[in-house]
């Protein structure tokens, strides 16, 4: 079966980078994988781990032939990384992305790539707090959405090629409107990390009675700050990427929350049972999917 693409350069061979080399490689979708970032200790791995058939740490090497041009680095480095690879690409390569904001980087990208038209911006709903090439999973992407994110000026082939991809590694694909994107992934995404993140704030170092808090930390607490154990690099790019969306998700979760203080100041059990009942409700509705 002739390969979708003959070559493929993953920037960034980590936990989603290094999952879709290994599954795009065990699926036949990919003649060879090529696999670029700047560690040279993760770099070891993906290739002992059979993620990428070689590594390059020099932008020309890495992208020399490639028909496809993976960005999975954090989104912050994205439009450096496509300027690196501009001047070596080949003419009518393809560059896409896995970042979780859409909107500023895809036009960023358009305009930096040979021909903006071979650009498609791409979000894989799917992840742990786990990170680096130790952490791929071949089938990472199975029923897990992905979203595809083409403008006006979207070569077609393009995207109908990153599409196949993603369905040939097992995942949803939709597409949607950049902006569309950043407002709801600022809401279901961007907002419970920063909220996991202050929740472990919230605590820190804080001692009652002599005692740390945190060492009573049960599991419902672990649940629920699990993703802070996230790299912050990471979450910091995104949320100034998304920072307006993201202020306005902030917003809305404060509103909530000042609802919830005076529920619990005026002693409105009545109340505070139907916040807590429509919560558990809509929660329920999204079944015990990782």
Same mark, same amino acid.
């Given at each position: 079966m002739t390969p979708l693409f003959a070559r493929m350069t993953v920037a960034g061979v980590g936990?989603?980078?290094?999952?879709?080399? +290994? $599954?795009?490689?065990?699926?036949?979708?990919?003649g060879e994988v090529v696999g670029y970032g700047r560690s040279e200790a993760n770099l070891r791995l993906a290739r002992e781990r059979g993620l990428v058939d070689r590594v390059a740490r020099e932008p020309a090497a890495a992208v020399a032939g490639a028909d496809l041009i993976v960005l999975a680095a954090p989104v912050g480095a994205s439009t450096a990384l496509a300027e690196a690879f501009r001047p070596h690409a080949h003419p009518g390569a393809i560059l896409t992305d896995v970042g979780s904001v859409k909107g500023g980087l895809v036009e960023a990208l358009e305009g930096r790539w040979p021909d903006g038209r071979r650009v498609v911006g791409a979000h894989p709903i799917a992840g742990t707090e786990s990170s680096g090439a130790g952490a791929a999973r071949e089938d990472l992407f199975r029923g897990r959405r992905c979203i595809v994110t083409p403008t006006d000026a979207t070569d077609r082939d393009a995207l109908g090629r990153v599409r196949a991809l993603w369905e040939g590694v097992g995942a949803v694909v939709e597409e949607m409107p950049a902006a569309l994107h950043d407002e709801i992934l600022a809401r279901v995404s961007h907002l419970p990390h920063? $909220?996991?993140?202050?929740?472990?704030?919230?605590?820190?170092?804080?001692?009652?009675?002599?005692?740390?808090? +945190?060492?009573?930390?049960?599991?419902?607490?672990?649940?629920?700050?699990?993703?802070?154990?996230?790299r912050p690099e990471l979450w910091r790019d995104? $949320? &100034?990427?998304?920072?307006?969306?993201?202020?306005?998700? +902030?917003?809305?979760?404060?509103?909530?929350?000042?609802?919830?203080?005076? +529920? &619990?100041?005026?002693g409105d059990a009545d109340g505070l049972s139907a916040e807590l009942a429509a919560a558990a409700a809509l929660r329920q509705r999204l079944g015990g999917e990782r």
């Open positions: 936990l989603i980078g290094g999952s879709l080399a +290994l $599954a795009a490689r065990a699926a036949g979708l990919v920063l $909220a996991a993140y202050a929740l472990v704030s919230a605590s820190g170092e804080m001692q009652i009675g002599g005692r740390r808090v +945190l060492d009573y930390a049960g599991s419902g607490y672990r649940d629920t700050t699990r993703i802070a154990a996230s995104i $949320a &100034l990427a998304n920072r307006a969306a993201l202020r306005g998700a +902030l917003a809305e979760f404060r509103s909530v929350l000042d609802r919830l203080e005076h +529920l &619990l100041a005026t």
